[in-house]
RNA sequence: GCUCCCUUCGUCUAGUGGCCUAGGACGCUGGCCUCUCACGCCGGUAACAGGGGUUCGAAUCCCCUAGGGAGCGCCA
């Protein structure tokens, strides 16, 4: 059998991380078995799809690296074809009209709700209208079995069993002529030939529908895997309160896309203790009957920790690439100072996110904007000026800016002041960083550059807490 | 209300009748390392929702209860 799966989001906002995972599922297991991974997008609900939340999502599956194979399909372009098998289904007697109106189902719903019933279409015009009342534009229904039962074969779940009388007589056209959601839905599963839905759970109460549906057509349904919902760190629903939810919020908090992605891969699935997968690894190992068939909560601590994994281990290069996309942000032209593999060096295993390592790497490129006064009440002593005085001059002497050569000085100058390596080391640090933190001093004054170092180390003899008091 | 789904440390999970005085990871925490911040290393903390069965033996199988979630639209 041919392996085809099908993300289907409706673009009624942004790529969100609960739809990135449902998407991942479904690109691995296509990937897994050298299937064909599809992208459709479900607008059929005009009111709310907008060209703005489509590109969102193209842009955030682009940026994860879930390419697709066919697509994106828009629902909104194949009307005629649902109705073509909507008219079909009329003609087989598999649908039919209905012209109750919108009060009378209303009237209804909240009569069976009074009698602690489940509300549902009690099939009025299912036996066919002799006498449509002028004027009213019927919808169309799928007339569902009346009697027996209907098994989903889930991946997941296993075997869910729902008896047809629960399920009503579903409207597949509006009176408009709109197709609805869970019939254009089964036709274009069927279109496209999809062998299995991987979904949100949401939709579990949906497949009886879908199910019924599809055989009414007379075609092999696909298999359904339902993935369970992600939940906020408080365990409950996941929503804008919690933070991140969209996926490019995390691309702009300086998360790496493969960080995004083994987080969401271990958010309901694991391969016995480990932690840390590859894209390869993931496609090699995954399988979606391993899902959890509970919700997950979302973990922002473990996220944090594995894009700091990613940063602490793959190539510069790339890091580099990501974070000159950070830097830029903060207005800093990284072609302008210390080569951003030197620094991507440095700096990989003290931050936790792109962003955090851009925002202290600005010194690297530009002068600080003052001191940090707590670092500067810590530091800066008196005692210290000396010795940065004579730090600067000695710096003046040597040519060479190397490294192990800066700290052979740094030790040298604290030595024969009398001073522990560390209490210049941090008068230092705060000169040319203009706070208590950062990498090694040597080698941030390596990156620094000469010419800055010293005019900067020159800049803070002029702190007041550096200058003697006035005597009379 | 009805139908369906779910339930192992705070969180993600391992576990498929004996290997479990329940393992790993994040977090938190004690220590080591140390020019700051980090990294790293060593140690600690903490869970089978509750109750009944089945069995020589149950986190694992069955039933009930409780709690959580989803669906019940001319939304998707």
């Given at each position: 059998m041919t392996v085809r799966t099908r993300f289907a989001p409706s673009p009624t906002g942004y790529l969100h991380i609960?739809?990135?995972?449902?998407?991942?599922?479904?690109?691995?297991?296509?990937?897994k078995h050298g299937g064909t991974f599809i992208l459709r997008i479900e607008d059929t609900d005009i009111e709310r799809s907008t060209a703005e939340s489509v590109n969102a999502i193209l842009e955030g599956m682009t940026w994860l690296g879930l390419e697709y194979d066919e697509g994106p399909f828009f629902q909104t372009r194949r009307f005629p074809r649902y109705r073509e098998v909507m008219e079909q289904m009329?003609?087989?007697?598999?649908?039919y009209y209905c012209y109750c109106s919108k009060e009378r189902l209303e009237q209804l719903r909240n009569e069976q709700m009074a009698r602690k019933e489940k509300p549902r279409y009690d099939g009025r015009c299912r036996a066919g209208v002799p006498?449509?009342?002028?004027?009213?534009?019927?919808?169309?229904?799928?007339?569902?079995?009346?009697?027996?039962?209907?098994?989903?074969?889930?991946?997941?779940?296993g075997r869910v069993v729902f008896q047809n009388a629960e399920l009503d007589d579903l409207i597949i056209a509006r009176a408009d002529g709109t197709p609805t959601y869970n019939f254009t839905v089964v036709v274009d599963d069927m279109d496209m030939k999809i062998s299995h839905v991987i979904r949100g759970d949401d939709h579990l109460n949906n497949t009886p529908r879908q199910l019924n549906m599809l055989q009414a057509l007379g075609v092999e349904p696909p298999v359904y895997a339902h993935v369970p919902m992600i939940l906020g760190p408080d365990g409950s629903r996941l929503s804008k309160r919690h933070g991140a939810v969209s996926?490019?919020?995390?691309?702009?908090?300086?998360?790496?896309?493969?960080?995004l992605l083994n987080y969401l891969v271990r958010l309901g699935w694991s391969h016995g203790d480990q932690e840390i997968f590859s894209l390869d690894e993931m496609i090699e190992l995954f399988d979606v009957k391993d899902v959890h068939s509970s919700a997950a909560a979302i973990n922002p601590d473990k996220l944090l920790w594995l894009n700091q994994h990613y940063l602490k281990t793959s190539d510069p290069a790339h890091i580099a690439h990501h974070l000159s996309y950070?830097?830029?942000?903060?207005?800093?032209?990284?072609?302008k100072g210390p080569d951003l593999l030197e620094v991507?060096?440095?700096?990989?295993?003290r931050a936790k996110t792109l962003a955090e390592m851009a925002q202290n790497s600005v010194f690297f490129y530009r002068d600080p904007q003052g001191y940090d006064e707590k670092a500067v009440a810590k530091y800066l002593?008196?005692?210290?000026?000396?010795?940065?005085?004579?730090f600067g001059e000695r710096l003046m002497q040597c040519s060479a800016w190397d490294p192990a050569t800066l700290h052979a000085l740094l030790e040298e100058t604290a030595k024969s002041g009398g001073l522990e390596f560390g209490k210049l080391a941090q008068a230092v640090r705060i000169a040319i960083a203009g706070r208590a933190v950062s990498p090694p001093i040597d080698v941030s004054l390596h990156l620094v550059g000469r010419e800055r170092s010293l005019r900067l180390l020159h800049e803070v003899l002029e702190h007041p807490a550096l200058k003697p008091p006035h005597h009379a």
């Open positions: 609960g739809g990135a995972r449902t998407a991942l599922f479904c690109w691995l297991h296509a990937r009329l003609r087989d007697g598999r649908a006498n449509p009342p002028a004027g009213v534009k019927p919808v169309v229904r799928f007339k569902n079995p009346q009697g027996g039962s209907i098994v989903v074969e889930d991946l997941i779940r996926v490019m919020q995390y691309r702009d908090e300086g998360y790496l896309p493969e960080a950070h830097l830029g942000r903060l207005g800093v032209d990284p072609s991507v060096k440095v700096q990989r295993e002593k008196k005692e210290i000026a000396p010795a940065l005085q004579a």
